[in-house]
């Protein structure tokens, strides 16, 4: 069982930036494929990023160029920073992780941008 703990939320103004950050509790090298979703109310969760393990990325198009996401230099860290905010940036955002022994997510961190 893997444990995957974010921080970084918070409130910022638009065309802020923030940084989230989930740590694991196994070396993401183990997790073939880790990343970001996120889920505004009343709306279903949806890709936001997605990092292979060997440094292959994906974006959804409304946060290409926007978003970037990295594994850390500590062996179980993953990172996502955002820049350039928008409102419609606004939700919960959840840590992902995929190995062959499943599926995994964190508890989620709330992102608010105000215009």
């Known amino acids: 069982q893997v444990q995957l703990v974010e921080s970084g939320g918070g409130s910022v103004q638009t065309g802020g930036s923030l940084r989230l950050s989930c740590e694991a509790s196994?070396?993401?090298?183990?997790?073939?494929?880790m990343g970001w979703f996120r889920q505004a109310p009343g709306k279903q969760r949806g890709m936001v990023a997605l990092?292979?393990?060997?440094?292959?990325?994906n974006y959804e198009n409304s946060v290409e160029g926007r978003f970037t996401i990295s594994r850390g230099n500590a062996q179980n860290t993953l990172y996502l920073q955002m820049n350039s905010l928008r409102p419609e940036d606004t939700a919960v955002y959840y840590c992902?992780?995929?190995?062959?022994?499943?599926?995994?997510w964190g508890q989620g961190t709330q992102v608010t941008v105000s215009s």
């Open positions: 992902y992780a995929w190995s062959p022994s499943g599926t995994f």
């Open positions: 196994s070396p993401t090298s183990s997790l073939h494929i």
């Open positions: 990092i292979s393990n060997v440094g292959s990325t």
